[in-house]
């Protein structure tokens, strides 16, 4: 395995990682112990991975250059009924791992504009992996299909009348589990794999400033 590829996997295993923590403290924020109770206030690898989306997936994606980059972790358990803001917690729960990869790519995207400006070629490759990496599943999970964070967003915000018809065809496709979440990426990839790239590219370029 070439290091570029094996830093790549340990990057978007990392990054799943610290989106689903993020989860967890956006709802213990909000009031709901439930994750700390789980032991998933933690950023040890062991309280996070699952086997296929946190290390199978990601190397295939990264081995077989599928230009295409995802992976998850194990949901983290919260309660929204411990939540204090019963109207929007859960959007802000939702949008907490999204919102702290994107910060991640603005942040490493930085430095690696420093890097170049600097002569630091290596750091600078280093850095907009990183970068890249957390575009890719920032922007994914902001797409509104469940079980997609961006779902959860969208069911947040709307009217509670419409929000519990969005949940209901949510749970529906839970009970599938993991298969469902398969199921999304596969229609994804053959649909719309192609012009997300694409838009990931450019935003990438924009923000490293290539």
């Keep these: 395995m070439q290091p570029e590829a094996f830093f790549t996997i340990a990057v978007l295993i990392m990054s799943v990682i610290i989106h689903e923590v993020a989860h967890a403290y956006a709802a213990y924020a909000l009031g709901d112990?439930?994750?700390k109770l789980a032991g998933r206030l933690t950023l040890n690898p062991i309280r996070h991975?699952?086997?296929i989306g946190s290390v199978i997936l990601p190397a295939i994606l990264v081995l077989t250059n599928s230009g295409f980059l995802f992976g998850w972790a194990k949901p983290v358990p919260y309660n929204p009924f411990n939540l204090r803001n019963q109207r929007y917690g859960e959007?802000?729960?939702a949008v907490a791992g999204v919102g702290t990869n994107l910060l991640l790519?603005?942040?490493?995207a930085l430095l690696a504009r420093f890097a170049f400006a600097n002569g630091m070629e290596s750091f600078a490759a280093l850095?907009?992996?990183v970068t890249?990496?957390?575009?890719?599943?920032?922007?994914f999970n902001l797409i509104p299909i469940p079980p997609l964070d961006g779902y959860t967003f969208l069911r947040g915000l709307i009217p509670p009348k419409n929000a519990m018809a969005f949940l209901e065809f949510e749970e529906r496709l839970r009970q599938g589990g993991v298969i469902t979440l398969i199921v999304v990426l596969l229609v994804f990839s053959y649909f719309l794999a192609a012009p997300f790239s694409y838009f990931v590219t450019h935003v990438f370029r924009f923000l490293i400033g290539a």
């Design 33 to 35: 112990p439930t994750a």
């Design 49 to 51: 991975l699952d086997p």
């Design 91 to 93: 959007a802000f729960v």
């Design 105 to 108: 790519a603005v942040f490493f």
């Design 127 to 129: 850095a907009s992996i």
């Design 132 to 139: 890249l990496v957390n575009l890719y599943l920032g922007l």
